[in-house]
């Protein structure tokens, strides 16, 4: 069940992006176009479009957006103003590198072909964009077929945040394991965390697994413990937004909690990541950026003050589960298990895209 995240309309000189507004769900579907470079970047900022693989495309497109502008330039003034946009697009959200990542391409793919004139520049820009996009819904299918294994007939599963179409140019990472369980025909049963603050596992995935038909049972996040200690749960499958090269793994606030409270109770916990999700430069989770967001998305919450007037907030949008916790990586290009530095470099050269 494709959801179109993410899209291109008309040419690179003067299309928009299109992007589902994943604000306004569950109460709206509704696909907004974004004009401007700058467009772009709030939109991001703001988790109009979100989840690491999404927003990697996002970034990619805004670079299209912010070049549409440029006429005849020279390569040195072409990509000294390709780096600005990308600059500028890089500074929305820190902890997803695939934003980094996408961004690096479309730099890359300029300097392959200095010398070409401006309005050819513009469409290999967009070009590689796309391809960004495409490699991402192939990897969604190929995540999707090495996980589904984990996955027995009658299990039910525990997800935190979003990691489905909405955060992918197909259906997902993680949610993209528990579709393709369910397409092989194994019955299966969700327990989606809210995922406090910003709901994004009560407002998107109990969505997606609703409109895939998929048996969805909404919890908020403290009481997965509790469900656990139940038996109800028979393995975790969760998102990722940067993995280091030792296998630390970021993702949204509370999935360390999750993975804490699965080894105490003998439940298996897997991340779905594309190796677009992986930052081999970094030696352990330790050097992840962490994103810290306006205290205003705890204090200001369900639509009213829940918090008293200028109470301290702390507000820490991810955190990193130490490898030990965690039983595989589920990337398109096969399963990293144990999850360790030497397996994860052998599944993933170090090659020029990543
Ligand atoms: O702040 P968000 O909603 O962008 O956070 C998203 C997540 O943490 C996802 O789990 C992660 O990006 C993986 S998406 C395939």
Not at 45 to 71: E, F, S, Y
Not at 207 to 234: H, P, S
Request: glycine share 10%.
């Amino acid at each position: 069940m494709p959801v179109p995240t993410i899209d291109w309309k008309g040419d690179a000189e003067t299309g928009v992006a299109e992007i589902v507004d994943q604000t306004l769900l569950p109460e709206a579907f509704k696909i907004v176009e974004i004009r401007t470079v700058e467009e772009m970047a709030d939109a991001i900022k703001g988790l109009r479009v979100r989840g690491a693989p999404a927003i990697g495309i996002a970034g990619a497109l805004g670079a299209v957006l912010g070049m549409q502008g440029v006429k005849d330039a020279g390569f040195d003034e072409f990509f000294a103003k390709l780096t600005d946009v990308t600059n500028h697009l890089a500074s929305a959200r820190p902890t997803a590198v695939n934003l980094f990542w996408a961004l690096e391409r479309m730099r890359r793919i300029a300097r392959d072909n200095e010398g070409k004139p401006t309005g050819q520049m513009k469409q290999i820009l967009l070009d590689e964009a796309l391809k960004i996009r495409d490699e991402d819904k192939r990897s969604c299918r190929d995540i999707g077929r090495h996980g589904a294994q984990f996955i027995k007939d009658g299990d039910t599963v525990l997800t935190h945040c979003n990691a489905g179409g909405l955060a992918t140019a197909d259906y997902g990472t993680a949610l993209a394991v528990i579709f393709r369980a369910h397409e092989d025909g194994k019955r299966i049963s969700v327990y989606a965390d809210e995922t406090r603050p910003l709901l994004q596992g009560a407002r998107l995935t109990t969505w997606e697994m609703k409109t895939a038909g998929i048996d969805v049972t909404l919890i908020c996040d403290n009481m997965a413990g509790y469900v656990m200690k139940q038996g109800r749960i028979n393995l975790v499958v969760v998102g990722a937004d940067r993995i280091a090269a030792n296998g630390d793994a970021a993702n949204k606030i509370g999935t360390y909690s999750v993975a804490v409270l699965a080894k105490e109770h003998g439940v298996p916990f897997y991340v779905a990541a594309p190796s677009s999700t992986f930052d081999l430069s970094m030696t352990s989770g330790d050097e992840i950026p962490i994103e810290e967001r306006d205290g205003r998305e705890i204090s200001h919450s369900f639509g009213r003050r829940i918090a008293p007037d200028g109470v301290k907030i702390y507000n820490p949008a991810f955190d990193v589960t130490p490898a030990e916790y965690i039983s595989a990586v589920i990337t398109e290009r096969g399963v990293i298990k144990p999850v360790n530095e030497e397996n994860i470099r052998s599944l993933l050269p170090n090659d020029k895209t990543r």
